[in-house]
C-alpha cells in the first residue's frame, strides 16, 4: 500500500495485476473492512488494466491507526498523519 497506492482521505491501492488486487482486498476484509474493487479498463491505449482498491473514509482512517502501530512495531515511531504518495 504505501508503495503501489497512497491513503489521503481514502485508502486507494492500484496495480494491474487481478490476483494482487483479489488478495489485497481479501486481506481487507479479513481485517474487517468492505473494500471496493474497480478495473479502469486501459487496452485501447495499449496498456494493461489497472485494478484499483479502495475503502470509505472511515475505515481509511482506521486502517491509518492499524498501519501507525505496525510501523512503530517494525522501529519506524514517527508514524503518519497522513500518507501521501502518487
Not at 25 to 39: E, S
Not at 49 to 77: A, H, W
Amino acid at each position: 500500500m504505501l508503495t503501489d497506492g497512497y491513503l489521503k482521505e481514502r485508502f486507494c491501492f492500484n496495480t494491474t495485476s487481478p490476483k494482487l488486487a483479489e488478495n489485497v482486498k481479501y486481506i481487507l476484509g479479513r481485517l474487517g473492512y468492505k473494500a471496493n474493487l474497480y478495473k479502469h479498463r486501459r487496452g485501447e491505449q495499449g496498456w494493461k488494466d489497472l485494478c484499483m482498491i479502495s475503502l470509505t473514509k472511515c475505515d481509511s482512517r482506521s486502517l491509518l491507526g492499524i498501519l501507525n502501530k505496525e510501523l512503530e512495531k517494525v522501529g519506524y515511531n514517527k508514524g503518519f498523519k497522513i500518507i501521501k504518495g502518487y
